[in-house]
């Protein structure tokens, strides 16, 4: 990238070099046709005999000169300025592309990491039952281990189904009235089955709301998700839910790292995440928060991230209430 961009500057230099080189050429020229004109014009009328006549037409190549001069450099600033937009739109177009296409190798990386993780757990889990004689309760604990590296592996495959499905346009969206009170408490219910002793909640009840119901369960779950990544083992997770006004709020309060300022605005694009995946301790995508924000706004909601004190954050939705 550096190298492509010193010879990107160096053309573009050489390039705008050779326009004002153009223009400098360009006024000479039209000195000596000036200067020509001049010589022409003495030997074809006297100034002493016919002064008036001589002065109109020394007037008259003046104005030329001028006129050229005007347009010389209107059409060489003109030049200079659409090829500086033009490179200006080129290079950001590629250093997109570029960021782009290190987000997808990142993504690659993850998700055959997320992949084969729950996979490699999997296995080792259902060998283990297979060559040993294990007790009821040994066994009970491996199949529920198994069962938990499934749903992380389905939760997974069902975020890349969804993202390529709406960037695609091919989702279908349903909107239907129902009680989102009883589709964040299921959520709740599930991830502490997943994950015991990680969640405190505070649901209020009789928030209805009128939108795609499984979109919005997947919302939920990669809320709950990313807190569960980014917050340590010790510290709860909070889940509020209730009634402003005519909206209704949700609030997944986590007590991890935190998130600073400069990214909060980045973390909801697809497959941002901070850091590379050589150095990154977490385990993701960058596919979550980006579905959490694309499915919020199209069921007219909004979300927003706030500090947490005295450390963590707080991810904010929105959703207009129906009421019942």
């Not at 080129?90 to 296409?101: D, G, H, Q």
């Not at 979550?288 to 939705?317: H, M, R, S, W």
Request: glycine share 6%; proline share 2%.
């Amino acid at each position: 990238m550096r190298f492509f961009s010193s010879i990107y500057v160096l053309l573009l230099a050489y390039i705008v070099t050779a326009v004002v080189f153009w223009e400098m050429s360009l006024q000479k020229l039209s000195g000596r046709i000036y200067a020509q004109q001049l010589i022409t014009l003495q030997t074809s009328i006297d100034s002493t005999a016919h002064p008036a006549e001589y002065n109109k037409e020394l007037q008259e190549r003046r104005e030329d000169l001028t006129r050229r001069t005007k347009q010389y450099i209107a059409e060489g600033s003109t030049f200079i300025i659409v090829i500086l937009i033009g490179a200006v739109v080129v290079y950001s177009s590629f250093k997109r592309r570029i960021a782009l296409s290190k987000q997808q190798n990142n993504f690659m990386l993850s998700v055959t990491h997320e992949l084969k993780t729950p996979i490699a757990a999997i296995k080792l889990n259902l060998q283990t039952i297979e060559k040993h004689k294990l007790s009821e309760e040994k066994k009970d604990q491996l199949l529920g281990r198994s069962i938990k590296e499934a749903n992380r592996l389905n939760d997974l495959c069902n975020n890349i189904l969804f993202a390529s499905q709406l960037d695609g346009g091919i989702y279908k969206h349903s909107r239907e009235k129902f009680d989102f009170s009883e589709l964040a408490e299921d959520s709740v219910m599930e991830y502490s089955g997943r994950y015991p002793e990680r969640f405190e909640d505070n649901i209020g009840s009789g928030c209805y709301v009128t939108g795609d119901k499984v979109m919005l369960q997947m919302a939920i779950n990669n809320l709950l998700e990313n807190a569960v990544k980014y917050t340590p083992a010790g510290s709860p997770i909070r889940v509020e839910l209730h009634k402003r006004n005519n909206e209704i709020v949700l609030q997944v309060i986590d007590e991890g790292a935190g998130i600073p300022d400069s990214e909060k605005k980045k973390i909801f694009d697809k497959f941002y995440r901070v850091g590379s995946e050589e150095t990154r301790n977490a385990k993701g995508t960058g596919l979550g928060l980006y579905l959490v924000c694309k499915v919020v706004t199209q069921n007219k909601g909004d979300i927003i991230i706030k500090d947490n004190q005295p450390t963590g954050a707080i991810f904010e939705i929105t959703l207009p209430l129906d009421k019942a």
